[in-house]
Structures are given as structure tokens and as C-alpha cells.
């Protein structure tokens, strides 16, 4: 059911019943579970599209953009609206590889229900596992669909055991599968006992009695559904003690309510390719899946109280904008509207910016195609046209009823590439083509590094970063050149001088410059309880001149040149670090002694202390905590050797182990992808800066200079 809004404001009954007739959901599972063919087929059958894409083909709805189509995965989280018996679902196919999940972190943030898809050969797979806690953060109600049923090997019982076990929630299953693998046909409804067929897979389906061959293990399931929904339901368990069985209507109401709570996740099966099962899914998500006005409020700051806003569309009007996206015919802000109504042209307040933005245009969205439309309800997902700062977390509401809504959590960035403009004339564009990719991707993060002078784009991951480079590429039309960023290494003495005497004398013409000074340096030790070092210098200075030979400002002035003698050791030109400096004697000029003469002397002096002691370089490295399965233990502690890693620590936890190593941060580069090869995509691992230490010969001896 689509209301038409564009002639007049509907009354707040009708606004109210249509509301629970929307449904916003998201298709959620790990890569090719087949997430985006259910998506497809969602559209067919509900009459949105009138041919059925294939990613195969490239010619999907949802997977719209070019890099999507080239590597068959999809990327991009997509909005679509569909209508089916007199609901409107707005459906938002999420991306389903780990490099992604900020994608998937921000698309749930505003949604009210979720489909998890699940492969029926492979069962629950890390990133459906991932996707799955990330529900359970935003506590997003969700029922199961076990795809690829005509697949070899399909079992749909395993694929329920990996739920149960990987997942812990209560599987409660409600179809059987009518044959196996290629001869899978249709299923069995266990609410209704009766079953579903489609003999071709291209029309709907034929409804029938349940199969003789399979009756029994019909019935069989159906009471295993009924005591499983008994347990955790009061109600049902009522009717149940009573009638030793759960009415039809009783077992529905409990599974919503099961459902809608979190207790328990119904299961259904099907094939998304074969165009089989797809309309009980729809079924049940209108069925169990909540609506706008089922969820809690939202729940926002105004000034330093806490508000909250049912989704009351005569309420005031505040909206989350969860995605930014910049097309070529201009900017488009993906609103969720949690309260109140929104009219083309009406101004809104983004309230962390404190600015006043306007409404041009609201589009119904339809992947990358859009329809107009003149208001915005609560409950809508909708595309405007008009705000020019708003970002992916901003809150718009009405300027009289300001409210701030939590934004959705970002991650921090694993990994980094250097990117530059490969011709002068690209070099200008560069910058602001970076500042569209992160204002469009809050993931990503450019920076420029002080030291080097690159800029560094760091991601989620390195196809993370691929498809990044590769939209600056094709979408801005820019030459750019990615490769390591340089890693930012020090240097430090071993061993130190003493006693080294350095008298800085110019004359030439006028007042000359005078300084004399002695000075000792050593290696600075760590205090015994102090935080590693992140990148700044450790350096101490002292004096232990008697006798004013050396007057106070002088020394002052000696210290000063020493520090600026830091920025460029002996060994590549890089900073110093770890040194104490202590001035144990000096002598001065009554008429050519300045603080300029004292600071160059300074920092020539220290210059040549370094050069004449022992130095060693230092490499930035990091503690690296890998959670891998217990089968891959051997190949990551294996990789992390060849990597120079040193293990401190392996912890054993329910079939995993967590490894704690400290690695140069130069060996890290390709990490991700590595490690996801070793453990078949089942590793995560997290980094933090450990500090410095001194890098082998053969590192030294490759070490680039500034």
C-alpha cells in the first residue's frame, strides 16, 4: 500500500494506519549467501520490476554501481520500496563482506527488522555472525531464511544447528523442504499444514495437502514447533497445558511476539535463484516483523535531557540521516523519519552543525532510481535533495523542537595507503575529491602525515581501499598512483659521548656571534611505568654549569638549538629520539655572546655528539591481537613469524584462539587479506601502537632517508 500525499495532509488516523503498514527491513548475511538474488526476487514478485536480475549478469537493481557489477559483490548499501499485501516494505540490501560493515553498522541504525540470509551448505559463516551481533547491539528483530536449498550438500537441519549453536538464539523452524538439493521443489507450512510448490520456479506457487512421504515428519515437526514456542511463550505454554497443543492463531501471535522480542528467530527455507520460497518470506516479514509504531521511541538530547519521540507523524518532525551520496545530478541525503512530517520546501535545523538547511526535493528511492513525491511521514526511508552539509549521523528536525539523536557508531580504520595525483593538474583536484569519498564513507579516513608529507587514506580493509581508489578513478576521472605510505621511523643513541667541546666563533664585520659549550649525551631510559612512546620525542635536558660561566638564558637558548638538532639524526635524516643531554660547561664573550649565537651552537654541538656516539634505528610497531579458529592457529603464528612478529600471549575461547603478538607496523601492510586467507575469511584482528623498537640490520640498511 502506497499513500498518496501529494494533494492533500491526511488525517493523523489515517497517517496512524498506514504506518503499520510499513515495514523497513534490511537483507543481511555473509558474501554470496545470496542476500542480493533475494533482494531481486523480492521486486519481481511484488511486481516493483518486470524482469528478475541476476548478479551473474549485471543487471541486479540493487547492485547498480559499475565496481559492484565488475566483482559480483555487493558494496554499496541500497534502498528500495516495494509493495505487498497492502504493506510497504522498504528494503535496504546491505553489503555483505567484513570490509564493509560500516556500511551494514549505519544501514541498521535505522532499520526495524532485518532478514538474515543464510547459505544452506555453509550455515551461519563469520560476517553472517558479525552481522548478526550487530543486530543484537541495535536490537533489530530478525527472522532466518536458509538459502540455496537446490545447492549439493543443502541441509536445512545443519544450517539450523549452526544457528542454534553459533548464534544462540531459538530456532524456530515453520517449513520442511519437498525434496533435496536439485530435486528441492517447494516446502511445507507447518502453521497451516499444507504445501507449497513451484513446480517451474518462474510462477507463483500451487497450494496442495501435505505430500503422504512426508506427513508424518510433518506432524513430527510441527509438535517440535509447538513445544519450542510453549517454552518460551507463557501464553502459548497456557493453551498448550490445557490442549496438549497451540491453535494455529495462538502459534502465530506467539511467534510475532517471540520474534518482535528477541527470544527466539523464525526460520523459513527456500531458493532465491529457483524463484522458490520467496513469497512466505514475504509472509512472515509482514507477518513477524514489526512496524514504525511497534518499535520503542527514539530516544534523543535536548540540551542535557534525555527526549524521546514515538513515531507519531502530527509530532514534531526529526530524522537521522544515515547514508550521503553524490550523484550527477547533485547531493542526495538518506533520511529515516522517526517523527513527524517533512514537506518539500520546509526548512529543518541539522542540530550538531547549529544550521538551517531546506528541504528541495524528497524522492521515494528505488536503488539509483527515485520518484518525487511532496512529504515525508514518520517511518518513512526516504532521499532529499537540498541540505549541503549534513552528514551520515546528523539529526534533522524542526527548528522549534530541536532534538539530537545518537549517531551510528564508527569504526576505526586497520588499514592505509598512500594515494597521490600522478600529473600536476590532478594534484589540485585531489584533495577535494578525498573530501567527497570520506563525507560520502564516514569509515574512511585522510589524513597527511607531518613527517612525510603523504596522504595517507586509511579504511576497513585493503578492498576497502580498492574501491575507494578505483571511484576516484572512475567517478572524478583522476590519475592516481597508491603505494605503501612511508613509515615513519626514529632514531636513538646506544651509546653516548662525554666531554664533547664545540666553540661556535663567526666574524664577519659588525657585532660577531660567540658560544662555547661541553656537552655529554646518553641514552634516555624509560621511566619504569610510563605509556610507550606514539610517535613523539623523548628527550631530557640539564645543566650542571657552576659559577654563572653560562648565564641562564644562555642555557635556555642551548636547549633550544639542541631540540631543533632533533628533527634529523646522523643515520637517515630521521627524528631523535631517547636522548638526555646534559651542558657541563661554556664559556661566553662580554660583547659577542647572544641567545642566537648559543642556539646555533647548540644544535651544531649536538649534531656532531650524535654523529661521533652509536646510533640505532627504530621502527614503529604495533600490538596485534588476531581472534582466529583453533584449526588456523599454526599458519597465523607461522605468518606472524615470517613477519617479525613476537608472540606474547595464546588464549584459548570456545573454539577460537586469540593471539596477541607485537609487529613492526611496516610488516602489517597486506595483513588483512592474509590473515583472511590462512583462516578461509574466519580471523579478525585488531592493531595499537606499541611504541618503537630497534629495527634489524637489514631494515637499517633499507631504511629511507627524509
Not at 54 to 79: C, K, L, M
Not at 367 to 386: K, M, Q, T
Not at 432 to 459: H, K
Request: net charge negative.
Amino acid at each position: 500500500m502506497r499513500t498518496d500525499f501529494t494533494r492533500h495532509r491526511p488525517s493523523a488516523t489515517a497517517l496512524a494506519h498506514s504506518l503499520s503498514g510499513v515495514r523497513n527491513l534490511g537483507i543481511l548475511a555473509h558474501v554470496d549467501a545470496g542476500k542480493t538474488t533475494v533482494t531481486e526476487r523480492i521486486l519481481y514478485l511484488t511486481g516493483t520490476t518486470h524482469k528478475r536480475g541476476e548478479v551473474h549478469d549485471g543487471t541486479t537493481v540493487t547492485d547498480f554501481d559499475s565496481q559492484e557489477r565488475d566483482r559480483g559483490i555487493t558494496i554499496f548499501a541500497a534502498a528500495v520500496s516495494c509493495a505487498w499485501d497492502g504493506h510497504r516494505i522498504n528494503l535496504i540490501d546491505t553489503p555483505g563482506h567484513v570490509d564493509f560493515s560500516d556500511e551494514v553498522e549505519r544501514s541498521l541504525r535505522v532499520l526495524d527488522g532485518a532478514i538474515a540470509v543464510f547459505d544452506a551448505v555453509a550455515g551461519v559463516e563469520p560476517q553472517s555472525e558479525s552481522v548478526w551481533r550487530q543486530c543484537d547491539r541495535h536490537g533489530v528483530p530478525r527472522i532466518a531464511f536458509v538459502n540455496k536449498m537446490d545447492r549439493a550438500g543443502a541441509d536445512l537441519d545443519a544450517a539450523v544447528e549452526s544457528i542454534r549453536e553459533r548464534l544462540h538464539p531459538a530456532p524456530l523452524v515453520v517449513q520442511v523442504p519437498i525434496g533435496t538439493e536439485d530435486g528441492f521443489t517447494g516446502v511445507v507450512d507447518l502453521l497451516r499444514m499444507r504445501a507449497l510448490v513451484w513446480p517451474d520456479g518462474h510462477g507463483t506457487y500451487e497450494e496442495g495437502p501435505v505430500p503422504d512421504a512426508l506427513r508424518q515428519e510433518a506432524l513430527r515437526r510441527r509438535r517440535l514447533l509447538e513445544e519450542a514456542v510453549a517454552e518460551l511463550h507463557p501464553g502459548a505454554l497456557e493453551e498448550f497445558c490445557v490442549e496438549s497443543a497451540l491453535s494455529t492463531p495462538t502459534l502465530a501471535a506467539a511467534l510475532r511476539e517471540l520474534t518482535r522480542g528477541g527470544e527466539g528467530v523464525v526460520v523459513l527455507c527456500g531458493s532465491a535463484y529457483r524463484n522458490r520460497g520467496i513469497e512466505p518470506l514475504l509472509d512472515a516479514a509482514v507477518a513477524y516483523l514489526p512496524s514504525p509504531l511497534d518499535v520503542p521511541a527514539v530516544r534523543g538530547t535536548r540540551g542535557e535531557a534525555v527526549e524521546e519521540r514515538a513515531a507519531d507523524p502530527t509530532g514534531p518532525f526529526a530524522a537521522l540521516v544515515f547514508k550521503v551520496s553524490a550523484t550527477a545530478t547533485g547531493r542526495l541525503t538518506y533520511l529515516r523519519v522517526y517523527s513527524g512530517t517533512v514537506d518539500k520546501g520546509e526548512a529543518v535545523l541539522d542540530v550538531g552543525a547549529r544550521r538551517t538547511e531546506r528541504i528541495g526535493r524528497i524522492l521515494r528511492v528505488q536503488a539509483d532510481r527515485h520518484s518525487e513525491v511532496d512529504r515525508a511521514v514518520a517511518g518513512d526511508i526516504v532521499a532529499v535533495v537540498g541540505p549541503k552539509a549534513a552528514r551520515a549521523g546528523a539529526t534533522l528536525c524542526a527548528p522549534s523542537a530541536p532534538l539530537l539523536l545518537e549517531a551510528p557508531t564508527v569504526a576505526d580504520p586497520v588499514v592505509s595507503v598512500a594515494v597521490e595525483a600522478r600529473g600536476r593538474a590532478d594534484a589540485d583536484r585531489l584533495s577535494t575529491a578525498l573530501a567527497r569519498l570520506v563525507e560520502e564513507d564516514p569509515s574512511l579516513v585522510v589524513r597527511t602525515d607531518s613527517e612525510t608529507g603523504q596522504t595517507v587514506l586509511s579504511g576497513m580493509g585493503e578492498l576497502h581501499l580498492e574501491v575507494a581508489v578505483e571511484k576516484l578513478r572512475r567517478a572524478q576521472g583522476l590519475d592516481v598512483a597508491v603505494g605503501r605510505p612511508r613509515v615513519a621511523y626514529r632514531e636513538t643513541v646506544v651509546r653516548g659521548v662525554s666531554g664533547l667541546v664545540y666553540r661556535h666563533v663567526k666574524q664577519d664585520g659588525g657585532a660577531g656571534q660567540f658560544a662555547h659549550v661541553v656537552l655529554d649525551t646518553e641514552p634516555l631510559e624509560a621511566e619504569p611505568d610510563a605509556a610507550p612512546a606514539t610517535g613523539g620525542t623523548a628527550f631530557a635536558f640539564r645543566s650542571t654549569v657552576v659559577g654563572g660561566r653560562v648565564p641562564q638564558e644562555y642555557v635556555r637558548a642551548v636547549e633550544a638549538g639542541c631540540r631543533d638538532a632533533l628533527a634529523e639524526g646522523p643515520l637517515g635524516g630521521h627524528p631523535v629520539t631517547g636522548v638526555r643531554v646534559t651542558l657541563t660547561d661554556g664559556a661566553t664573550h662580554p660583547k659577542d655572546s647572544s641567545e642566537m649565537a648559543f642556539r646555533t651552537a647548540g644544535r651544531l654541538a649536538l649534531r656532531e655528539a650524535l654523529r661521533a656516539g652509536t646510533m640505532v634505528l627504530l621502527e614503529p610497531v604495533a600490538e596485534v591481537t588476531a581472534t582466529v579458529p583453533e584449526d588456523a592457529v599454526g599458519a597465523v603464528l607461522g605468518d606472524l613469524a615470517a613477519r617479525r612478529g613476537r608472540v606474547s600471549g595464546t588464549v584459548a575461547r570456545a573454539g577460537t584462539a586469540v593471539i596477541t603478538a607485537t609487529v613492526p607496523l611496516a610488516e602489517l601492510f597486506g595483513y588483512a587479506t592474509r590473515l583472511r586467507s590462512r583462516t578461509q575469511g574466519r580471523g579478525t584482528f585488531t592493531t595499537r601502537p606499541a611504541g618503537y623498537a630497534p629495527a634489524p640490520d637489514a631494515v637499517t640498511a633499507g631504511a629511507p632517508a627524509r
